[in-house]
C-alpha cells in the first residue's frame, strides 16, 4: 500500500475548479431529482388514485415504484434521503470554489458518504430493473447523478493519496483524473444494457406500439 501523502491532521489541496462545478451541477441534479419525487408522494398521500407526472406507462412510472417497499427501506420514502444527502455536494462544491481547504479526514468521510449513496443506488437500480420491473423516471436521474459523483471524488482521492491505495495503482490513478468521463459513460453503459435485457420482451409497450 502506497503511504498518505498528509497526515491526518494536515489540510490537504483542494480538488481543481471544474471538479467543484461539476459536483455543484450534479448535485442540484440528484436534488431536484429527490424533490420532485417527494412531492409526486405527497401526491400520492393526498390521493391514492392520483396520476402522477411521471405515469407514462406500464412499465415507466413513479406512482408504480413507490408502492412498492423498496422505496421507503426505512420507513419513510427514500426521496426525502436524497433531499439531505445531495446537498452534501453541493455544499463541498461552493465551499471548494470560495477557497476551501479540508482536512484529509473530512474527505474521507464525503468518500464514505458518496460511496455509500453508490450503493444504495445500485441496489435501488437492480431492485427497479429486475425485480420490480418498472422504471421510475425521476429515480434514473437521480441515479444519473450519483454515478459521476461517485467516480470523480474516488478518482481524485486515489490519485492525491487522500485514500490508501496499492502502489501499482497510483499511476492509473493519476491518468485516470482527465478521463474520468470514461468510466462514468462506462458505467452508464452496463445500466443501460441491463435494463435493455431485462426489458425486452416489453419495449413494444415502453414505445406505445
Same mark, same amino acid.
Given at each position: 500500500?502506497v503511504s498518505?501523502?498528509?497526515?491526518?491532521d494536515?489540510v490537504?489541496a483542494?480538488?481543481?475548479k471544474?471538479f467543484?462545478v461539476g459536483?455543484?451541477?450534479?448535485g442540484?441534479?440528484?436534488?431536484?431529482a429527490a424533490?420532485a419525487?417527494?412531492?409526486?408522494?405527497i401526491h400520492l398521500l393526498?390521493?391514492?388514485d392520483?396520476?402522477?407526472?411521471?405515469?407514462m406507462?406500464?412499465?415507466?412510472?413513479?406512482g408504480?415504484?413507490?408502492?412498492?417497499?423498496?422505496a421507503s427501506?426505512f420507513?419513510?420514502?427514500?426521496?426525502f434521503?436524497?433531499?439531505?444527502?445531495?446537498?452534501a455536494?453541493?455544499?463541498?462544491?461552493?465551499?471548494v470554489l470560495? &477557497?476551501?481547504?479540508?482536512?484529509?479526514?473530512f474527505?474521507?468521510?464525503y468518500l464514505? &458518504?458518496?460511496?455509500?449513496?453508490?450503493?444504495?443506488?445500485l441496489?435501488l437500480f437492480?431492485q427497479?430493473t429486475f425485480?420490480i420491473?418498472?422504471?421510475?423516471?425521476?429515480?434514473m436521474v437521480?441515479w444519473i447523478?450519483m454515478?459521476p459523483l461517485?467516480w470523480?471524488?474516488?478518482?481524485?482521492?486515489?490519485a492525491e493519496?487522500?485514500?490508501?491505495?496499492?502502489?501499482?495503482?497510483?499511476g492509473?490513478?493519476v491518468r485516470?483524473?482527465g478521463?474520468?468521463w470514461?468510466?462514468?459513460?462506462?458505467?452508464e453503459?452496463l445500466?443501460?444494457?441491463?435494463?435493455?435485457?431485462s426489458?425486452?420482451?416489453?419495449?413494444?409497450?415502453?414505445?406505445?406500439?
Amino acid at each position: 500500500m502506497v503511504s498518505n501523502i498528509q497526515t491526518t491532521d494536515d489540510v490537504v489541496a483542494s480538488p481543481s475548479k471544474s471538479f467543484a462545478v461539476g459536483t455543484i451541477i450534479y448535485g442540484f441534479i440528484g436534488l431536484f431529482a429527490a424533490f420532485a419525487l417527494s412531492v409526486e408522494k405527497i401526491h400520492l398521500l393526498l390521493n391514492k388514485d392520483a396520476v402522477l407526472s411521471c405515469d407514462m406507462n406500464p412499465f415507466i412510472s413513479c406512482g408504480k415504484v413507490m408502492a412498492k417497499a423498496q422505496a421507503s427501506l426505512f420507513g419513510f420514502p427514500n426521496s426525502f434521503i436524497g433531499l439531505m444527502a445531495f446537498t452534501a455536494p453541493i455544499f463541498v462544491g461552493f465551499a471548494v470554489l470560495a &477557497g476551501a481547504k479540508f482536512q484529509q479526514w473530512f474527505w474521507r468521510m464525503y468518500l464514505v &458518504g458518496i460511496s455509500m449513496g453508490l450503493v444504495f443506488v445500485l441496489w435501488l437500480f437492480t431492485q427497479s430493473t429486475f425485480v420490480i420491473h418498472v422504471l421510475c423516471p425521476y429515480c434514473m436521474v437521480a441515479w444519473i447523478a450519483m454515478i459521476p459523483l461517485f467516480w470523480k471524488t474516488l478518482i481524485w482521492a486515489g490519485a492525491e493519496g487522500i485514500i490508501d491505495v496499492p502502489v501499482k495503482t497510483v499511476g492509473l490513478f493519476v491518468r485516470s483524473e482527465g478521463y474520468a468521463w470514461a468510466y462514468i459513460l462506462g458505467t452508464e453503459f452496463l445500466a443501460v444494457i441491463a435494463i435493455i435485457i431485462s426489458f425486452w420482451s416489453s419495449w413494444h409497450i415502453l414505445f406505445g406500439s
